[in-house]
């Protein structure tokens, strides 16, 4: 195999194996929708748990001192 050859060959390596990776990726990220409102759901639910204790802390507080 000539030298020219060889880089042929490998170029088109490169561009099936780039090929793939881009499908895997678009494959992925298919449901990206979903993803980011299951990810605004949890955020929002600890946001709801932080707030919660943090309003507890004060109440508590405030008993003490009253």
């Known amino acids: 195999m000539t030298l020219l050859q060889k880089r042929k060959l490998k170029l ?3 561009r099936i194996i780039r090929n793939d990776k881009k499908r895997k990726l678009y494959l992925l990220n298919l449901h990206w929708l979903k993803i980011k409102k299951q990810k605004l759901r949890r ?3 600890t946001f709801v748990k932080l707030w919660k204790l943090k309003r507890l802390n004060t109440l508590h507080k405030h008993q003490w001192v009253a």
């Open 12 to 14: 088109i390596a490169k």
């Open 43 to 45: 955020r929002r639910k």
